[in-house]
């Protein structure tokens, strides 16, 4: 009989602990936070990198033996030095070669030029009146050519003597010579570059060969411009694919207008391959992949839901989910690693 009772006490104290731990049960919330989905924008990019180089660049180097000055730049008011602007024609050096100035005898090719000028004119009325012949007038306009022929390779020959710009741009190299000293010709004077527009050449991989094409946007970041972003394009693709590397190649043209990129300076850029508007966009970090597929957790009345979703567009951090989620739902961001379908869970601020 004692055994009988103490049997049903066990059996009631037992019963109790499963009844407690159950009531515990009910009573357990995971703490999560949650966010309210907004329609937003998402952007397909490539990333890429690489050296910038510029658009134009020319080293110019002696076409004569000559004495050397440097001329002065009129907008600093001294003799030009490395990162000076120059102009498009702009005077930035002076050979003089007096021997070689009077052997072209610019004068006298000027003074041939005019004589053979009026004398073909004056060939030309007296053939409309009948005093000369159509030889004599041929013969009159050979040599007016000829005289022109040589006073433009006069003049030719004496732009050697000053060393202009090409096109306006930037002095990146000037090796110093004293002021009247004789160089010789070929020899290094003044490096140009003009790097308000800039040139990157990239490597692709294959895989992205249908989403990039001729045109598209690109971003362009540096270390130097942390609050920067400038903008290009990818102007060039080639349509063949590396078989050693399996990627292809392509050339990027960056818009550089306040020079902030230097040339030789390695970037990152962002080829903007597609764009979606008004649309679901979550990150990637609050997908888990499961055995039926990428699932994220919804939360309604403290109760989390499990939602399969698929993807549309997808960029490093972000996708767009194009079914399984809707605007306007509390999407869980954090605490959803431990959920279940259906579990209580207690919003956290």
């Known amino acids: 009989m004692k055994n009988s009772i103490l049997f049903l006490i066990a059996i009631t104290i037992l019963a109790a602990c499963n009844q407690k731990q159950v009531d515990l ?3 357990i919330t995971v703490p999560v936070t ?3 989905i907004k329609p937003r924008s998402i952007e397909k990019y490539i990333d890429i990198t690489g050296s910038v180089k510029p658009t134009k660049e020319v080293q110019i180097k002696a076409d004569m033996t000559g004495n050397y000055f440097l001329q002065t730049n009129p907008t ?10 120059v102009r498009e024609g702009q005077e930035i050096i002076l050979l003089e070669d007096k021997e070689y100035e009077n052997n072209i005898k610019l004068s006298s090719q000027k003074i041939n030029l005019d ?5 073909f004119e004056k ?4 053939f ?10 041929k013969t009159a306009e050979i040599n007016y050519i000829n005289a022109k022929y040589s006073y433009e390779d006069a003049l030719l020959r004496l732009q050697k003597m000053h060393v202009k710009a090409p096109f306006t741009g930037v002095i990146v190299d000037l090796p110093y010579y004293t002021p009247g000293v004789k160089i010789d010709a070929n020899v290094s004077l003044v490096k140009i570059m003009d790097y308000s527009k800039l040139q990157m050449e990239i490597n692709l991989p294959e895989k992205t060969m249908d989403a990039t094409k001729a045109g598209q946007l690109v971003r362009v970041t540096n270390y130097t411009l942390p609050n920067d972003t400038l903008t290009g394009s990818l102007s060039q693709l080639s349509p063949a694919i590396d078989a050693d590397t399996r990627s292809y ?15 030789g300076m390695y970037a990152k850029g962002e080829i903007i391959a597609a764009s979606a508007n008004n649309t679901i966009v979550i990150a990637k970090d609050v997908i888990l992949s499961k055995q039926r597929g990428n699932t994220v957790f919804v939360v309604e009345k403290g109760i989390a839901y499990e939602r399969v979703v698929q993807f549309g567009l997808e960029n490093p951090k972000e996708v767009q989910i194009v079914s399984g ?14 959920l279940r379908d259906r579990s209580a869970v207690k919003e956290m601020k």
Do not use: C, M, W, Y
């Open 249 to 263: 190649k392509g050339i990027v043209v960056i818009n550089n207008p306040k020079l902030q990129l230097r040339p």
């Open 76 to 85: 600093t008011g001294r003799p030009f030095a490395l990162g000076d602007n």
């Open 34 to 36: 949650v966010t309210e």
């Open 128 to 137: 409309e009146k009948g005093g000369v012949t159509q030889s004599d007038v």
């Open 115 to 119: 004589i053979t000028k009026q004398v």
């Open 325 to 338: 989620l809707k605007i306007k739902e509390r999407l869980v961001t954090k605490g959803f690693e431990t």
């Open 25 to 27: 049960s009910k009573d």
């Open 123 to 126: 060939q030309q009325s007296l």
